[in-house]
């Protein structure tokens, strides 16, 4: 509870107190006791003495005894032991833990001076060995519900308040600190604050706080939203333990509701009775909840708060299983300095303080020869052998428990009897007044634990009080001995708990849990009693043995607390098993045991090494300097990553080099013919079959051969092996004979060569001819072929007059004649016989029909021939005709399609001129309402290089300059170029409009050659139009006189231009006196305007005309114009269609929208140039 | 019509002279732009610049936004209660720039 803890009250008395600096590590411990002895005091006893001194803790019990009573603070905590507070037990003890004797029980409500008490519960038995039994368990549970927001007094406490009194809000603490004990809530009571800045900044339901440092003036705050009063935890709803319910309405103005009050009480609630409602009802009925939980709103309050434990339940669970853990783990020691090296043993090692009651002991010199030194391996090793023991009593042994037992049953007895003791004395007095019948020794340790615990007690201070810290003293003192003969009896007499651990777990081993926490927290404050005992017991004459008892008992206390094992269950080689003779087992071989331990014991391991273990790490004690304690680096992200190498696998193939498919060459391409062609080279196998094929021939053929062909088989025969020995010898050799044959030549005489040449001639001469004659044959053939094929196709022809002219063109007739003869001459020369000639001469009366055959077949074919060649003729005739017919039909369509093409031409023409003739017309009558015209040259053309770089270069002008100056004048600034016309997107301003206005109007006025004061086109800035609408005509005189334009000359003007800005949108109002038509162009409706636009300009100009007004001549119409379809170009709009109307130009013909980007850099160079000359004239428009 | 204001100014103005000519030295002068006004006392051959440049600091606005009107006239910074024949206790209207698009 450090809430608790940190507020100033709770802990500065028993601070005070200490001195010693070792009591420090066991102040977090003490100080939830503290706390809640001191917030405790508040309802308790307004009787109890000054309220405002401190309490003291059972810390400062322990410890004040310690020290010499020299500290100022010395304030009473009477309250701490008031019997009567039931709130004082934050738990109820469990039953094993109480030695309930009626004795013990007797004395509770006679001794009760509280006024309050009547309105609590009747406290149940046993709160003096409660008082002792607050521990921090309910610290982390307490930040479950914390909240932060701050409290407020609710109306509902303020009501309270006003009824009750101050009582009110000590009532309701006490309430919250019943309910909570009689729900055996380990949270603990809600906090005191000092104050209402510390209570609102504070957490918890109800905060309760102290006005003006006033005890009894306790106030409550609570958070708006939040109707509980209790924590959240799973106490809130835990039925009301059976020892409390039972007195729940004893001696109480409320009663439990009976059955039939239950179901009236239900009605009244509006909902059906039902077992929980019962439940709320009986609750509801209790004094506890009357206050605390108001019947407003509880029904509602009740479900959620269910509602919120059952969603909650399980966080519940983990929180407090993480907290049990967490408190497992730290148990109750502080670890101070966690990792030190020791050097003797060489291993790292944990200095563990222990408990406050082990660490006086060592200030008292009971230890002093010890410097903790470190524990030696094998003490440790000892652990690990630990045994059950048999003998629970063994190691303090039998006689000494039970002395030890025996004087504090006897020493409680004495209190409760009264018997024997006597107090409410100084130390002089008490040293005086001690005699045999009393029990010194334990007046003496009443006095003293008065002294520690309440300050020193001097002979002059007031009877009364020193009474009182004698009494309360005297409980303290009761309160310690039923703790500590609690704690006898369970651990050394009773087997219950101890068999159950021994069940549970066969090996000893830490945490070891004895009974439940409330157990281990009662036994806390029996060590802290037996420590009180053993340090002072030297001094009232405890035995040596006895205070070796007590230490050892002490030791066994602190590690119930620890939940370590205890020294007396188990058996550790060497020191208290039956095989060790160092029976007796002195304080210092403890404090070696328990102050120190080797790292390992204490399980702390580097998350780390826990992730890389390595095998040697169990058995090789830590040493710092290890690598280990370096972090490893992480597999595949710190370490650079292997480099590939190629399976070495016997079936691997480097895949193959797409490269020589690229270089395939074709063998073909690359030929380069060799210089010597080789000889054919036949396999000996030809050679061989050819030679037989000849040799075959020559047997079988060769005489009817010889006979028949003469020598025409033996040359054949002769060339045939010729070739072959040409073969076999290759080129070089006919080479070679060539060159013979050429020297052989050149060896013969004149004649001879004369003879050769003439021979050569000759054969050069027949060669050419035959070759003639050969391409003529050729010609021949193809000749005949192509008869041959005609006289197939013959239409006319009989079959048999064709077959006979079949025959005729085969045969001989393939021969041309002429070749025929040649043959025949050749074959004549040739000595050769051949078959010709032996056919021939059988064949000569052949001859003659043969020759007449082919005449007549000749003869016959060309009459086909031309019979054919009519044929043809005819029927090529019939196509011409044919064709004529159908080119003179086409013609003749095509004519007729040019002249329906003409004659839709001429038509089209027709109506486009008609529709030119009713265009003109409808923009003559267009022109005649409006009297506008088209326009003759383009109203917007592009502008010339220099001016785009004049309009650039003000854009860019120096922000201060004047760049020129409009009509009015107004100096124009480079901001209204370049941000209020050139880009195109940007709004046009005022300067804008109304300089472009006034030079169009200058510019027609100009060119008409009158002055401005008597003009053909009058405009007006855009403040006219606001002024006539706001102020009304009569108020714009000023402004007509600047435009010129009066009753006088109005039919004059033609034009009156109002450039109109309203709603950001820039319009322009025209009156044409010459027309006598008021207009108002708006771009974003087409030229369409606002009627009461044109009505303020309609009554403008009635008054303005007065008795000239003629209604009846004056017409409001609409002009057409160019519509405006973005958001930003209406004013570019409204100068062009001024300009339009001022040359009296029809806008719609005039302009597009895409236009205007142009126009408006043109505008710019129009300012820039002073007006529409020059460049810029409208002249032809 | 013009006049009306000129001859309705002068009884307002008990001090001041009837007519232009031979008007005091100096002149009352209110400026207002609707929110505001603040009187000016100015000379007559003072230029209003002077009184423009004024009010804009004392308003806070940049000279370039806003447009000084006198009947509806656009004042010039070169112009001088005389110029714009202006008599005592008239009235420099203060609009805004006038923007427009859509």
């Known amino acids: 509870m450090p809430a608790q803890a940190s507020t100033p009250r709770t802990t500065r ?6 001195r010693s600096p070792s009591v420090e590590p066991a102040d977090d411990a003490g100080r939830t006791a503290t706390g809640r002895v001191a917030k405790r005091r508040k309802k308790s006893a307004p009787a109890s003495v000054a309220a405002t001194a401190a309490a003291a803790s059972h810390l400062g019990f322990a410890n004040a005894l310690v020290a010499e009573p020299t500290a100022p603070a010395a304030a009473t905590a009477a309250d701490a032991f008031n019997p009567a507070n039931p709130a004082h037990a934050h738990t109820p003890a469990p039953p094993a833990v ?10 509770h409500s006679p001794a009760s001076p509280e006024p309050l008490a009547a309105v609590c519960t009747p406290s149940p038995p046993s709160q003096i060995a409660d008082e002792l039994t607050f521990a921090s368990v309910g610290t982390p549970t307490r930040a479950q519900y914390k909240s932060d927001s701050p409290g407020y007094e609710t109306r509902r406490f303020k009501q309270k308040q006003a009824l009750e009194g101050e009582k009110f809000a000590r009532e309701l603490y006490q309430a919250i600190c019943n309910d909570h004990l009689m729900r055996d809530c380990c949270c603990g009571q809600p906090t005191i604050y000092n104050s209402r800045e510390d209570a609102e900044t504070g957490t918890g339901h109800l905060r309760f706080y102290t006005v003006d440092s006033n005890r009894n003036n306790l106030r409550v705050l609570q958070r708006k939203d939040d109707l509980t009063h209790h924590c959240q935890c799973f106490s809130a709803n835990a039925p009301i333990l059976p020892q409390f319910a039972k007195h729940l309405n004893e001696g109480s103005r409320k009663r439990k509701a009976t059955d039939s009050e239950v179901e009236l009480i239900a009605q009244v609630e509006g909902s059906k009775p039902s077992k929980k409602q019962a439940k709320t009802v009986e609750r509801a009925l209790s004094p506890v909840n009357e206050l605390e939980q108001p019947s407003s709103g509880q029904s509602m309050f009740v479900n959620l708060q269910q509602r919120l434990a059952t969603m909650g339940a399980s966080v519940f669970n983990f929180i407090g299983r993480t907290y049990q853990t967490i408190w497992n783990a730290n148990a109750g020691h502080t670890v101070h300095d966690t990792r030190t090296h020791d050097p003797v043993h060489d291993q790292i090692v944990v200095k563990r303080f222990k408990r406050q009651y082990c660490l006086p002991l060592e200030d008292d010199g009971s230890s ?39 004087s504090l049953r006897r020493h409680a007895h004495a209190i409760r009897k009264n018997i024997g003791i006597i107090g409410g004395l100084s130390r002089e007095e008490l040293k005086a007044a001690l005699t045999e019948e ?5 007046c003496l340790l009443i006095h003293l634990l008065a002294e520690a615990e309440f300050g020193p007690i001097a002979t002059s201070d007031p009877g009364e009080e020193k009474l009182n810290k004698f009494q309360q003293a005297a409980r303290l003192y009761l309160a310690g001995c039923d703790r500590a003969i609690s704690f006898i009896n369970n651990i050394y007499h009773d087997d219950r708990s101890f068999e159950n651990l021994r069940i549970a777990y066969p090996e000893p081993r830490t945490p070891l849990s004895v009974e439940n926490v409330d157990f281990r927290m009662h036994t806390r404050v029996a060590g802290d009693f037996l420590t009180f005992i053993a340090r002072k017991g030297e001094d009232v004459g405890v035995s040596a043995e006895a205070r070796d008892a007590l230490a050892k008992m002490i030791a066994d206390a602190k590690a119930v607390h620890k939940q370590e094992l205890i020294p007396s269950w188990v058996e550790l080689p060497g020191h208290n098993s039956p095989d060790c003779d160092d029976s007796v087992l002195d304080l210092s071989s403890i404090m070696k045991l328990f102050d120190e331990t080797p790292l390992d014991s204490f399980n702390i391991e580097p998350v780390y090494s826990v992730k890389y273990p390595k095998s040697e790490h169990a058995t090789v004690p830590v040493v710092p300097e ?19 190498t190629a399976p070495v696998s016997p079936s691997y193939v480097p895949t193959p080099q797409k490269k020589r498919r690229l270089t395939f060459e074709s063998p073909v391409a690359k030929f380069t013919p060799p210089k010597k062609v080789p000889p054919e080279l036949k396999s000996v196998v030809v050679q061989e079959e050819e030679q037989n094929q000849l040799r075959y021939y020559d047997q079988n053929y060769g005489p009817f051969l010889a006979g028949m062909f003469g020598d025409v088989s033996s040359a054949f025969n002769e060339r045939q092996r010729e070739r072959q020995r040409q073969d076999l010898l290759g080129r070089e050799e006919i080479g070679r004979r060539n060159s013979e044959e050429q020297a052989r030549r050149e060896l013969l005489t004149q004649d001879e060569k004369d003879e050769e040449r003439r021979r050569e001639e000759e054969e050069r001469a027949a060669e050419t001819r035959r070759r003639r004659l050969d391409r003529e044959r050729m010609d021949w053939k193809k000749e005949l072929r192509e008869k041959r094929l005609a006289l197939e196709r013959n239409p006319v022809m009989t079959p048999e007059t064709k077959a006979k002219a079949m025959n005729m063109l085969s045969g001989d007739a393939k021969t041309p004649p002429e070749y025929r003869k040649f043959m025949e001459e050749e074959d004549s020369k040739s000595t050769t016989t051949t078959r010709r000639k032996l056919w021939q001469k059988h064949e000569d009366d052949l001859e003659i029909s043969d020759s007449k055959l082919v005449d007549l077949q000749l003869r016959q074919q060309l009459e086909g021939e031309l019979q054919a060649q009519l044929e043809r003729q005819v029927r090529e005739k019939k196509e011409e005709q044919k064709r004529k017919q159908e080119a003179e039909e086409r013609q003749r369509i095509e004519e007729e399609l040019r002249k329906q093409e003409e004659e839709r031409q001429r038509r089209e023409e027709e109506q486009r001129r008609e529709e030119e003739k009713r265009r003109r017309r409808e923009a003559e009558e267009a022109a005649a309402r409006g009297g506008l015209r088209p326009p003759t040259a383009p109203l917007i053309p592009p502008i010339s290089d220099e001016w785009n770089s004049r309009v650039k270069e003000a854009a860019n002008a120096n922000p201060a300059n004047e760049l020129c100056q409009t009509l009015e004048p107004i100096p124009l600034t480079r901001r209204d170029f370049e941000e209020k016309l050139l880009p195109a997107t940007a709004w046009l301003n005022d300067n804008v409009i109304n300089g472009s206005i006034l030079h169009l109007a200058d510019y027609i006025n100009k060119k008409a050659g009158v002055t401005n004061q008597n003009p053909k086109c009058a405009a007006f800035t855009s403040y006219f139009y606001p002024r006539l609408k706001k102020e009304g005509p009569q108020k714009v005189a000023r402004l007509m006189r600047r435009a010129g334009i009066r009753k006088a000359n109005f039919f004059d003007i033609e034009t009156i231009l109002i450039p109109i ?4 949108h820039w319009t322009l109002a025209v009156v044409r006196p010459g027309q006598r038509t008021i207009s108002h162009i708006d771009s974003l409706k087409a030229g369409r305007g606002d009627d009461e636009t044109k009505a303020v300009i309609q009554g403008w100009v009635e008054k303005t005309l007065e008795d000239k007004w003629v209604r009846r001549e004056w017409r409001v119409v609409d002009l057409e114009a160019p519509k405006q379809n973005n958001g930003w170009d209406c004013g570019v709009f409204t100068i062009t269609n001024a300009m339009c109307l001022a040359l009296g130009v029809d806008p719609k013909a005039a302009y597009g929208p895409q236009q205007l980007t142009l126009q408006r850099r043109r505008l710019a160079a129009v300012l820039l140039n002073g007006g529409f000359v020059g460049d810029f004239s409208l002249d032809g428009v | 019509m013009a006049d009306n204001p000129e001859n309705g100014g002068s009884p307002a103005q008990p001090d001041a002279p009837v007519g232009g000519a031979g008007a005091p030295e100096h002149l009352n002068i209110k400026v207002t732009d609707n929110n505001n006004e603040v009187f000016f006392k100015i000379k007559r051959s003072t230029k209003l610049e002077k009184l423009m440049t004024a009010f804009c600091e004392r308003q806070g606005k940049t000279i370039a936004s806003v447009r000084f009107l006198f009947e509806g006239q656009r004042v010039q910074p070169a112009d001088t209660p005389d110029t ?11 609009h805004q720039e006038q923007v427009g698009g859509c």
């Open chain 1, 98 to 107: 109480q030695p309930v004797t009626p004795a013990h029980q007797a004395p």
């Open chain 1, 626 to 644: 290890e690598p280990e304690l370096l972090l490893e680096p992480i597999k595949g992200v710190l370490k650079s990553s292997r480099e590939f």
């Open chain 1, 13 to 18: 008395n028993s601070r005070g107190l200490r």
């Open chain 1, 368 to 406: 002093t020869d010890q410097t903790k030194p470190a524990l030696s391996p094998d003490v440790s090793d000892q652990f690990q052998q630990a045994k059950w023991t048999t003998d629970k009593t063994k190691y303090i042994g039998r006689e000494n428990i039970t002395n030890i037992e025996v």
């Open chain 2, 84 to 94: 714009l024949e202006m008599q005592d206790g008239d009235t420099l209207e203060v």
């Open chain 1, 438 to 442: 009393h029990d010194i020794p334990l």
């Open chain 1, 1061 to 1064: 800005c309203e709603d950001s």
